[in-house]
């Protein structure tokens, strides 16, 4: 899958390092809803959610200081009913937000232990995706 080994695919941080400047290094998460970032961490520099409600207000979302790619399975059909929504508020909010939608996918494509979910197709995809996001966000 990329640098890091399935640890790093799993919801858990690809890295989250302070860097030179005092900003905070990106998040790689599961979930939007595992915690208020990037809406509650303004020293970060890329996010990246793996599917899940971002249900947060407006004024949380103009918080966001960072760009954000997310990933949702177009058969993952609340998460898909609420995107629209959600591309509208996070462009009023001035976030740079790109979603990638996997057709034939439902929730938790990315997670490699449940072989009912699971979507090695869309699985490399986005950890590739993630990778150049990471690179492109970063600098590195």
Known sequence: MGAGGPHQRRGRPLRCRR?????????????????????????????????????????EL???????????????????????????????AGVDFEAVVYPGTGHALFNDTNRYTYNGDAAADSWARTLAFLERSLGA
């Open 19 to 59: 860097l030179p400047g005092g900003g905070a290094g990106p998040v790689v998460r599961s979930r939007w809803h595992t915690g208020l970032w990037p809406v509650a961490e303004p020293r970060l520099r890329a996010a990246v959610p793996f599917y899940g409600h971002a249900e947060f207000k407006d004024a």
């Open 62 to 92: 103009r918080a966001i200081n960072c760009p954000v790619l997310a990933f949702y399975g177009q058969q993952d059909t609340a998460l898909i009913e609420e995107l629209p929504g959600l591309r509208s508020r996070m462009r009023a």
